[in-house]
């Protein structure tokens, strides 16, 4: 099933996090990633969420979130001009020095950033689109991953158009 | 601005909303508010248990029109009427729930009588909201009315932690209420509806589908009128009963699992539907394959999110169905002459009627109960009914002249709804009889009720249908598992007859329909609560009956 982006206005209150996700929960709508932030001088916080649904499913997400009192608008994106980010923070196990010229490289090939250096171990962190992490963490996986966070995508719409 | 308590604040904010009544059971949670109500007009109406009060406040909003309010402690209180508060969220009945809670310091610690009720009821209410401190009292209450009675109408619970009612704040009450992301008040879009009005005036088989969103709205005049204008029957969902007079020539009654030959057969006919404030629930629509295979549908509701839902439309109209259709019959008088009668049609529809009220006419059968019941209650009156095979032949066969004369439990199907929603329905129309239609297992589950009725003068009838068993369960498993009789035999019920007697209400056993029209007269002229024992067949099956997966026009007619 193809994967779509959400982002919606709630009020920045709390339990508000708990009702939308209750009603993914109650309705079994497949979230593949869920970020929220407070919108800058506003009491409201944005919310993205990618999902995995069909078009019929996909516009009852839009209206059951949009019913909901404390969400104030909501907005399918339109993957053509659809701006989305995730942050990768991961920590690979490189004692052996072959490895770690490579996973400098790997991390320096997707604009990554190396944070913390340690005898046994490099921490960096990559931005991306969802499916350029994916595809990073493909190529690091043999070098050894220890641990990573991934943070979901953030998303916003090319050109002069808001949510708001 | 004013200074007083939180438990102040709540009684005046109540007072402000022009609350009657208040049903509910009390704790210690809610101890300062009761203080309080002491000083106050509203009358308070205690229950035997707070699923009995909360279905009390649905069957009061569901008469009057207007909120019913169910005031309850934390804890057991408040888990008590989760049930009460999916029954009235299902039918779309405006219920305000008022939760003690514990103090806000022992929020989270699991105090004696804590419960998460925000949480456990986030799923069965329209919007749930938890004080946090003194002042926000008079906003929560004025925000659970708006948002309960305004749009497609629901269940909202306000918790109030023990604190927040004792402290005092500088109180402000406002006139009205605004939310950035509730604006309940839709217009039909005209292009929509004249796309409708296009449609139905070409169709030559057009049909209507009427749900309680026809009846919330007040549809009914309007409906009728486009229905005439263009010949279209009309067949209602169980919520959408009393849409059209059940005499009319075009009226095809109940659609659906247990639907009236006239709708079911009627029906799947349609080239062009249109559906007013129903929901497409499986149980209105059968099989979606054989529910209206070459229709193009055309659906009207307050609620978006229903649009689409579970059948696509080709014209959706959002908004008032009052609105939509007095929007659409004005575009369809532009466009087609109307006025006569479809002589074929109504005859169809009659041959089919009479097929659906002669198959069962033995003397105590179901359907024969039901109409003994209608000839013995007056035409302004007021029936409700519990859930089972007596709810089925009463929505089937109790007929009614227009809204506001039948009431059930149609989304979630709450056996025990019958009789508590008699009696609040009773407080808010205490000018007009009451009937709850009733079987022995639903009886069963809520008879403590009877107390109230007689306690504080709601007298109301009950008419058990009495098989002795869970009889639609039953049905069930005589139809579909080859009479494998499991878990449905009744431990051993009271004596009616006595137990209504025991609670200061006359009991009457009635043994023919006779009897039965007899008592019934008797209760409503005497004004005693009165419970009529009528011992039933437990063999008996509901029909017309689809079977579960099929479509509507595979109609089991009787038989097993
Ligand atoms: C609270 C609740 N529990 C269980 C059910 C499942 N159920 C549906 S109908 C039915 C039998 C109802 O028995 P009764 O009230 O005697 O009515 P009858 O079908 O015999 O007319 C049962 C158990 C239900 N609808 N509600
Ligand atoms: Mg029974």
Known sequence: MPLHTVSFLVENKPGVLFKVANLFRRRGYNIQSLTVGPVEGSPLSRMTVVVDAESRILNQIVEQLDKMVDVVKVKRLDPLRTLSRELLLIKMKTSDPIARIEAVNTVNAYHGLILDVDPDILIAEVTGPTDEIDEFLKRIGPIGIEEMSRTGAAAIERGNVKLA | ?560
């Open chain 2, 1 to 560: 601005m004013t200074e007083m308590t939180g438990a102040e604040a709540y009684v005046k904010a109540l007072e402000k909303e022009g609350v009657k009544y208040l049903f509910g059971v009390t704790g210690a949670a809610i101890i300062p508010i009761c203080d309080d109500l002491l000083k106050s007009k509203i009358r308070y109406i205690g229950g035997a248990h707070e699923q009995g009060s909360t279905h009390m406040a649905d069957g009061y909003a569901r008469v009057s029109g207007h909120p019913g309010v169910v005031q309850v402690t934390s804890g057991p209180g408040a888990t008590n009427i989760v049930t009460g508060l999916a029954t009235a969220q299902l039918d779309s009945s405006p219920v305000v729930a008022l939760t003690g809670q514990v103090p806000l310091s022992m929020v989270g610690t699991d105090a004696f009588q804590e419960v998460d009720i925000i949480g456990i009821t986030a799923s069965v209410t329209k919007h749930n909201i938890q004080v946090m401190e003194a002042v926000e009292i008079p906003h929560a209450i004025k925000s659970a009315f708006y948002i309960s009675s305004t749009g497609r109408k629901g269940a909202v619970l306000v918790d109030i932690p023990k604190d927040t009612q004792t402290d005092k704040a500088d109180m402000v009450f406002p006139d009205k209420v605004e939310f950035r992301g509730y604006h309940p008040n839709i217009e039909p879009n005209s292009q929509e509806m004249h796309w409708a009005a296009t449609l139905l005036a070409k169709a030559r088989r057009p049909v209507i589908i009427a749900g309680g969103g026809a009846i919330a709205s007040g549809a009914t005049m309007e409906l009728i009128e486009l229905a005439e204008m263009l010949q279209a029957p009309v067949a209602t969902s169980l919520m959408g009963k009393g849409a059209i007079p059940s005499n009319h020539p075009l009226s095809l009654g109940l659609c659906g699992m247990h639907g009236r030959c006239e709708a079911n057969y009627i029906v799947p006919e349609a080239d062009v539907l249109l559906v007013v404030g129903a929901r497409f629930s499986d149980r209105t629509t059968g099989s979606l394959r054989g529910f209206a295979p070459n229709a193009r549908i055309i659906h009207i509701d307050v609620d978006r999110s229903e649009i689409d839902k579970n059948v696509d439309s080709i014209t959706r109209i959002v908004g008032d169905a009052k609105l939509a259709i007095r929007g659409i019959r004005e575009k369809v008088a532009q466009q087609r002459n109307t006025g006569h009668t479809d002589e074929d049609l109504v005859k169809r529809i009659k041959e089919f009627k009479a097929q659906s009220d002669t198959l069962n006419t033995s003397p105590l059968s179901g359907p024969e109960v039901i109409r003994a019941i209608r000839r013995a209650m007056p035409p302004d009156s007021i029936v409700v009914t519990d859930v089972g095979q007596h709810q089925m032949w009463a929505a089937q066969h109790y007929d009614v002249r227009g809204p506001g004369e039948f009431f059930t439990s149609g989304g979630l199907g709450t056996m025990g709804w019958g009789t508590p929603a008699a009696i609040g329905a009773k407080a808010a129309r205490p000018d007009l009889p009451l009937l709850n239609i009733s079987g022995d297992g639903s009886f069963a589950m809520t008879e403590n009720n009877l107390a109230i009725a007689v306690d504080e003068g709601f007298p109301v009838t009950v008419v058990i249908l009495n098989n002795g068993v869970l009889g639609m369960v039953a049905q069930w498993q005589r139809l579909f598992y080859n009479r494998r009789y499991s878990t449905i035999q009744r431990p051993k019920h009271p004596d009616f007859v006595k137990l209504a007697e025991s609670y200061g209400a006359t009991g009457v056993k009635a043994e023919s329909t006779k009897q039965i029209e007899t008592a019934i007269k008797r209760s409503i002229k005497e004004k005693q609560t009165t419970v009529i024992d009528v011992p039933m067949d437990p063999e008996e099956n509901v029909y017309p009956m689809i079977p579960p997966g099929m479509g509507l026009k595979d109609i089991l007619l009787g038989g097993a």
